[in-house]
């Protein structure tokens, strides 16, 4: 029994590996295309070529959920072709220890996704993003194309580049009274952290009075803020490729300055249950080769699962947006989408066994 287990384990272990190769390399070509366009100033192909390993590790987590049940799909899928599982089936083996034995390869994915998610793709996506910034002439004008934007209180901030040294590039702020009239509009071309407080670098501030206006240059200035290199290292990343606590993190700081968190929240919700939702995408795949996919072609049986795949990211990428929007809880725009795939599953499953 322990050799069939194993045999079932490298067969859809190695689909898995093989459907992320494919996939990640696609991805990575299309990736370094569309970054050359952006190539100008000191951006130009080997930091493009940088940039796209930089974010390989993201790359690699958002598609192992899909490589997780692509894989088992193929790999049961070849063994139901081959008439394989029948003979297991037939020598005495219950269809729960097959469940069990494909299961195993994609524990080890979500375990990997963990990993990465946590520790190794936002750290390298931050990374990233700031070196790609700075290339592209980052302190070069008052507000580049690239850069966050950020409010706090009545100062509205944008900030061209963000390096994970406590170091800023390009900073424009525009302080508004409560009349929401603009009072001051500064630009610095750097900014460098100072333990408790920012040191503004080459500043140009104008400010505009009720029949006037007049302006400052300054060569240094102190910023006093509740931003700190750890909150605006979160600032410059998409939620969705910030880690758990990153995500939690910056969601409290956007509550205490009485700002809308709901799409931290939402990625939020969407990372911790990563692990579950690829578990219910497997038993999924699992339950349509046992079921109504247990004789078809290999082809049909990819095309299916892609559709598949694809309908359950959709359900997550219009929930999410629907919960900011309506107002009601990410939780349950993250948690949908995986109910009614695991009640699938499990009904298919059932009438298989």
Known sequence: MHKIDGYVMRTVGGAMFLVMVVVLSLDVIFAFIAELEDT?????????????????PRRIYDYL?????????????SMASSSELTVIRAAGVSLRRIVWSAMKPALVVVLLGVAIGEYV????????????????????????AEGVW????????????????????????????DARQLQVASFAERAIYQGDYWLLENVTSTRIGADRTSRDISASLRWETGLSPSVLSVLIVKPENLSMTGL?????????QGLSAAQYWLAFWKKALMPLGTAVMVLVAISFVFGP???????????????????????????????????????IAVLAPIVVNGLVGAMLMRRAG
């Not at 100033?41 to 974010?55: E, K, P, S």
């Not at 004789?295 to 990211?313: D, E, H, P, Y």
Request: overall charge positive; glycine content about 12%; some cysteine.
């Open 40 to 56: 100008r100033n000191n951006y130009q192909t080997l930091q493009a070529l940088w940039y796209v390993a930089l974010t390989l």
């Open 248 to 256: 939690y993190t910056y969601a409290a700081y956007l509550g205490e």
């Open 150 to 177: 950020h409010r706090e209180g009545n100062t509205f901030m944008h900030l061209n580049a963000v390096q994970p040294n406590g170091v800023l590039h390009g900073v424009s702020l525009f302080r508004f009274d």
């Open 293 to 331: 996919l247990r004789s078809v072609t290999m082809g049909f049986r990819v095309f299916t699962g892609l559709l598949v795949g694809l309908l359950f990211k959709y359900m997550q990428d219009l929930l999410g947006p629907m919960s900011m929007v309506y107002g009601f809880n990410p939780l």
């Open 65 to 77: 959920p899909l490589g997780a049940f692509m894989g088992c799909l193929v790999g049961l899928g």
């Open 121 to 144: 793709a936002p750290t390298t996506e931050r990374i990233a993003q700031s070196d790609k910034a700075v290339a592209l002439g980052a302190g070069s004008s008052v507000a580049s």
